[in-house]
């Protein structure tokens, strides 16, 4: 199934909470960490999560291009 935030074919896919979208583990965790930084109040607990984001950005950019995506045949 495909993810609805990086379009990668990937077998951990899982529908949202409150959401009808499907998202991988990466995606769904760099959601849920986004929200909570909108949501928090604590200056250092935002900047926490905004560290815990760009390591889960920088994951998300160590994967291979073509990790999930359906390989392009020639014709």
Known sequence: MKC?????DLQDVAKADNSNLYL???CHEKE???WKILLST???EQAFL?????????AEL???????????TQG
Do not use: F, Q, W
Not at 4 to 8: K, P, Y
Not at 50 to 57: D, G, Q, S
Not at 62 to 72: A, E, F, I, L, V
């Open 42 to 44: 604590d200056m250092e």
């Open 50 to 58: 905004a560290n815990t984001l760009r390591v889960i950005e920088r």
């Open 62 to 72: 160590s994967r291979p291009k073509d990790y999930g995506r359906t390989p392009r």
């Open 4 to 8: 609805a935030e990086c379009l990668r």
């Open 32 to 34: 849920r960490v986004h």
């Open 24 to 26: 991988c583990g990466l």
